[in-house]
């Protein structure tokens, strides 16, 4: 799987706009959509970084995702 369609899947998984996702994981929304639309590659860990987060915030039962 490619990149931009994990950050993608990561984002909609949970039922987030890109502007709602940026404010709840500190990425500007620019970075977002550029990762998005395959126009820039953010490094090897971010999606893992970020799967991780929202893992952790569903584990430990936080209600802002």
Request: aromatic share 8%; net charge neutral; no cysteine.
């Amino acid at each position: 799987m490619d990149i931009a369609k994990m950050i993608r899947e990561l984002r909609e998984g949970v039922k987030m706009n890109r502007k709602e996702f940026s404010e709840h994981t500190g990425i500007p929304v620019r970075t977002l959509e550029d990762w998005e639309a395959g126009r820039r590659t953010p490094p090897e860990y971010i999606p893992r970084l970020i799967a991780y987060q929202l893992k952790y915030e569903e584990l430990v039962g936080n209600k802002d995702v």
